[in-house]
């Protein structure tokens, strides 16, 4: 356990921040990278079923419309991401009320059992994907959630650690990229899938060896309520700006398959570069994520100055900086993702990656800073599940392009585009929260002045 004392305390506190970092690089958010998974899946049949022989021409040329298939494993994807999210709020009761090691012991169950379930399913189980990736996601996220607690063990640099393991659980979803790249050297996927489940080992090592029983705390300045945190104004547009930013991400990974097939004219050649290159940007994340972190840090160790803006206050307004770049992120991203042309999706790659590692670190570090540490595991959570509900709009919006866009998601994207300024609001409204403070203490000195002369007089 964590509590014990002697030299080697530093030791054990690295040690546990290393092995943290690989656990939520090598596992936890490996379904993100859903579509280097769905190469994989197609080749083997799955959904097959619901491809259809179309006769059109002339010459009554014969094609295949395979667009039933992808809409299902879109719906898979759906389906995942939700109960990723929405999961969340009891998962986070569950860790503030049993602690670290019940919790952890509960996703170490489930993510075995869904990589077990992919090992064994195939293309006539093709139904075991809706269970086994949602297994797996739920089971990726508790290990994020029990790991972003070490932040507290080292104070001067606790926002860039939390962002740090949220770069890492965006990183871990090249894992399914390697997958892709093992399978087309002759590895199967049942293979993969029980390496993955062999290795649930090391998730037990850790947790009977490294992590604590209960929690990791953090010294608190106050202990407001869970309902006042809830009904306050930065939860509701903590919520929004998450909410719009993963809709947006979501609905990107969920059909970026038939995306790239559609500005690709089917060549599946290209398809898979493509894919592979979106896979290769997502193992940046751990290398971007910090920089947010950093960025919230960047006051720690200085003196304030006499006068100055309380610790918290200073946390918040290092944190609104990170906002409103993680907003700009969004907006060049989603611009980037309406544009037709196929070379310029290489940049989108590249700024979805950067966003998505600001995106879940910066939501971590900023309920870290704006509310009571006891409350965490529980506002982390419901934040999560509601915006997995905002989530569940990708679908429509997707069978929205398939029906009456005929295909053409130009529409859908502007709209989703305009929908990313609302993001905008949190970090102002943050800004001028903070002035309105400094101006409050300034006010509030000024007239302690006026007194202390006065009473010279």
């Not at 409103?324 to 993702?337: D, M």
């Amino acid at each position: 356990m964590l509590g014990c004392g002697g030299g080697g305390v530093g030791l054990r506190y690295r040690l546990t921040l290393a092995t943290g970092l690989v656990e939520c690089l090598c596992f936890a958010g490996v379904v993100f990278g859903w579509a280097s998974l769905v190469f994989v899946l197609k080749t083997d049949g799955y959904f097959t079923d619901l491809c259809v022989n179309l006769t059109t021409g002339p010459n009554s040329t014969v094609e295949t419309d395979c667009s039933g298939q992808d809409e299902q494993f879109s719906l898979v994807f759906t389906v995942t991401s939700f109960m990723n999210n929405f999961l969340t709020l009891p998962n986070g009761f569950i860790f503030d009320r049993f602690g670290t090691m019940a919790t952890r012991l509960l996703g170490i169950c489930l993510y075995t059992t869904g990589t077990l379930m992919v090992a064994f399913s195939s293309s006539a189980l093709s139904m075991l994907l809706f269970p086994a990736l949602s297994f797996i996601a739920v089971g990726g996220i508790l290990f994020l959630i029990t790991n972003i607690q070490v932040g507290n063990l080292f104070g001067s640099h606790r926002s860039t650690i939390i962002t740090l393991y949220n770069g890492a659980f965006d990183s871990s979803s090249a894992v399914f990229l390697i997958i892709k790249v093992m399978y087309e050297g002759g590895v199967s996927l049942r293979s993969s899938f029980l390496i993955l489940s062999v290795c649930s080992v090391i998730h037990l090592l850790r947790t009977f060896f490294l992590m604590p029983n209960t929690h990791i705390p953090y010294p608190l300045p106050e202990v407001a309520s869970f309902r006042s945190c809830v009904q306050s104004w930065f939860f509701l547009w903590h919520l929004v700006w998450l909410s719009v930013m993963q809709l947006r991400h979501y609905l990107f990974i969920g059909t970026l398959n038939p995306m790239l097939n559609r500005l690709a004219d089917n060549n599946s050649a290209l398809v898979s570069q493509y894919t592979n290159a979106f896979a290769f940007t997502q193992l940046c994340g751990v290398l971007c994520a910090p920089w947010n972190g950093l960025i919230m840090d960047r006051h720690k160790g200085k003196p304030l100055a006499p006068g100055g803006s309380h610790d918290k206050e200073a946390d918040l307004r290092s944190s609104s900086l990170s906002l409103f770049l993680t907003s700009l992120q969004c907006l060049l991203f989603s611009i980037c993702a309406s544009s037709p042309l196929l070379p310029l999706q290489y940049l989108t790659f590249i700024l979805q990656v950067l966003n998505r590692s600001f995106l879940y670190g910066g939501n971590a570090a900023f309920i870290s800073i704006a509310f009571p540490g006891v409350h965490f595991g529980k506002l982390y959570g419901l934040v999560m599940s509601l915006s997995a509900v905002v989530s569940l709009l990708q679908y429509p919006c997707f069978a929205l392009v398939k029906g009456a866009l005929g295909g053409d998601p130009f529409y859908v994207n502007i709209a989703l585009t305009l929908l990313t300024l609302l993001a905008f609001i949190h970090p102002i409204n943050i800004f001028y929260h903070c002035r309105k403070l400094t101006n409050q203490r300034e006010d509030m000195a000024g007239g302690a002045d006026i007194t202390l002369a006065e009473a010279k007089m």
